[in-house]
T-cell receptor, first 113, second 115 residues
Framework: GENVEQHPSTLSVQEGDSAVIKCTYS??????FPWYKQELGKRPQLIID?????GEKKDQRIAVTLNKTAKHFSLHITETQPEDSAVYFC????????????FGIGTKLQVIP | ETGVTQSPTHLIKTRGQQVTLRCSSQ?????VSWYQQALGQGPQFIFQ???????GRGNFPPRFSGLQFPNYSSELNVNALELDDSALYLC??????????????FGEGSRLTVL
């Protein structure tokens, strides 16, 4: 089964700075890597995902990079804003089971105005 | 387009009781997954239903069971409740299709407290 480790567990940044969250996975067959954001008291929502056939994907201020050799992928948030404050979860679901996702403990990001 | 809805939003039960949680999937979705999220933890996969059958299960005991109906809505049943079952239960719907995006659409959850 999948085993994903996420670092750091908490992260505080000044507004405008960048934030980076890193995940490592164990199953070399994994080929889909989503990131979910959960604001306090709200539902998790997909913010970006990447498949193993690309090394980077960008969507405005957020980007995800993937290193399949090292089996890690990272979420990058640039020009952080207070509304980026949330818990972020990564996952590496098994091939053919993209929706059978188990999330790690997550990273609590606090953006300080 | 209707999103994922869950009921009830909050409920309190005592140890040993049984509970049923309900979920209506997003319009056009054919798959429902259930997750348990304890306080300060990430959502943990309980099971998934596709075409009214269980299609994968996480590390949860048999007292966690479910159903999916022809309209793709779903129920989660938990028997013999234990204190550790206190959590937010999230339902997520998705579309299993040839080009599977993998995106899960979560409901707001049902917060269960077991006393």
């Amino acid at each position: 089964g999948e085993n994903v480790e996420q670092h750091p567990s908490t992260l505080s940044v000044q507004e405008g700075d960048s934030a980076v969250i890193k995940c490592t996975y164990s199953d070399s067959a994994s080929n889909y890597f989503p990131w979910y954001k959960q604001e306090l008291g709200k539902r998790p929502q997909l913010i970006i995902d990447i498949r193993s056939n690309v090394g980077e994907k960008k969507d405005q201020r957020i980007a995800v990079t993937l290193n399949k050799t090292a089996k890690h992928f990272s979420l990058h948030i640039t020009e952080t804003q207070p509304e980026d404050s949330a818990v972020y979860f990564c996952a590496a679901p098994p091939p053919g089971g993209y929706q059978k996702v188990t999330f790690g403990i997550g990273t609590k990001l606090q953006v300080i105005p | 387009e209707t999103g994922v809805t869950q009921s009830p939003t909050h409920l309190i039960k005592t140890r040993g009781q049984q509970v049923t949680l309900r979920c209506s999937s997003q319009s056009g979705h054919n798959t429902v997954s259930w997750y348990q999220q304890a306080l300060g933890q990430g959502p943990q996969f309980i099971f998934q239903y596709y075409r009214e059958e269980e299609n994968g299960r996480g590390n949860f005991p048999p007292r966690f069971s479910g159903l999916q109906f022809p309209n793709y809505s779903s129920e989660l049943n938990v028997n013999a409740l234990e204190l550790d079952d206190s959590a937010l239960y999230l339902c997520a719907s998705s579309l299993v299709a040839e080009r599977n995006t993998g995106e899960l659409f979560f409901g707001e959850g049902s917060r269960l407290t077991v006393l």
